[in-house]
């Protein structure tokens, strides 16, 4: 219904039409995208209608997760890369490179699991990107990761239309760690004073107008 016009609108915009759709009125702030054959967004109410910058960046960060067909790598925590990319490159049916085998060589179970339940989640965009990554080292797709989940705070950026609540969501700033202690911060405070952003919020006001008609 209308109530939900900006998740319709943000689906539209990013050219997701099969998604499983799950919108809880007690789980406000929830903003999750999951994994499948057909991917799955988990959405409190409250984001599903995105009445605030706050709500707009996270509705619009989720939706650009699926649309770069990352939800399972978007939220690793810090030193899991490794033996997680091994997981997916197994269960692409791709060789570890030399070493990366060896840096994670004392984790097989873990990674023989994984790669089981990864087998089954990742879509076939994820795994076309997965396989792509064959041959490069950790430290190559490492900085390719940084770089597609940056796509996602961009796009809550374009969304919010306000740097200091996409700082907020990033746990930088205010209240937050410092800013310099933050790659990804940093990164999208450069980008939000460059000309593709201005761009793109140029893009999302036709396009929201045309939503409205």
Request: hydrophobic content about 50%; aromatic content about 4%; overall charge neutral.
């Amino acid at each position: 219904g209308d109530k939900y016009e900006p998740l319709a609108t943000a689906l539209a915009c990013f050219g997701i039409d099969e998604v499983d759709v799950y919108i809880s009125a007690s789980r406000g702030g929830v903003a999750r995208a999951l994994a499948g054959e057909t991917p799955v967004l988990c959405l409190g109410a409250d984001v599903a209608a995105a009445s605030t910058a706050h709500q707009r960046f996270l509705l619009a960060r989720a939706v650009a997760t699926l649309a770069e067909g990352l939800p399972t790598l978007a939220d690793l925590r810090e030193g899991e890369l490794p033996w997680t990319l091994a997981a997916a490159l197994r269960a692409c049916d791709v060789a570890l490179p030399p070493a990366l085998a060896e840096l994670v060589a004392d984790e097989d179970a873990s990674i023989a699991e994984r790669a089981k339940v990864l087998k089954k989640e990742l879509s076939r965009k994820a795994k076309g990107i997965v396989a792509q990554q064959r041959g490069k080292d950790l430290g190559d797709i490492a900085a390719f990761l940084a770089s597609a989940l940056a796509v996602r705070n961009r796009a809550g950026l374009v969304w919010a239309g306000d740097i200091a609540v996409a700082l907020g969501v990033l746990d930088v700033g205010k209240g937050g760690r410092q800013l310099t202690d933050s790659q990804p911060a940093l990164a999208l405070v450069a980008w939000s004073v460059s000309q593709e952003h201005l761009d793109l919020r140029a893009k999302l006001g036709i396009a929201l107008k045309g939503a409205a008609r």
